[in-house]
């Protein structure tokens, strides 16, 4: 699976974007797929997750009521809505295809990123 993520830019705080992640394939549907982030000088961190059919997600609290992670089988794309934007969450942002997970490390195929910069 090749995975290429779109959407990132400069925006400013309270601002929203979304980021798309489109795959290359027939086997997207049989993955769960998840975002996750890489501020300057930090590790990679979990965002949000969302299984195979899409009825199910799980976002780490700082992004609670603000993103939305969704999917698009049909499209082959995982979509992240991010809402209310912050300074801090500048970072480079990935999505990744594999087991519904909030470890980095069970994901198996990692898109090349974006980079989401939110200044005030």
């Known amino acids: 699976v090749q995975l290429q993520a779109s959407g990132g830019g400069l925006v400013q705080a309270g601002d929203s974007l979304r980021l798309s992640c489109t795959a290359s394939?027939?086997?997207?549907?049989?993955?769960?797929m998840g975002w996750f982030r890489q501020a300057p000088g930090k590790e990679r961190e979990f965002v949000a997750t969302?299984?195979?059919?899409?009825?199910?997600?799980h976002y780490a609290d700082f992004v609670k009521g603000r993103f939305t992670i969704s999917r698009d089988n049909a499209k082959n794309t995982v979509y992240l809505q991010m809402n209310s934007l912050k300074l801090e969450d500048t970072a480079v942002y990935y999505c990744?295809?594999?087991?519904?997970?909030?470890?980095?490390?069970?994901?198996?195929?990692w898109g090349q990123g974006t980079l989401v910069t939110v200044s005030s």
């Open positions: 394939g027939r086997t997207f549907s049989s993955y769960a």
């Open positions: 990744a295809a594999g087991p519904y997970s909030v470890s980095s490390r069970d994901y198996n195929y």
């Open positions: 969302i299984i195979q059919s899409g009825s199910l997600t």
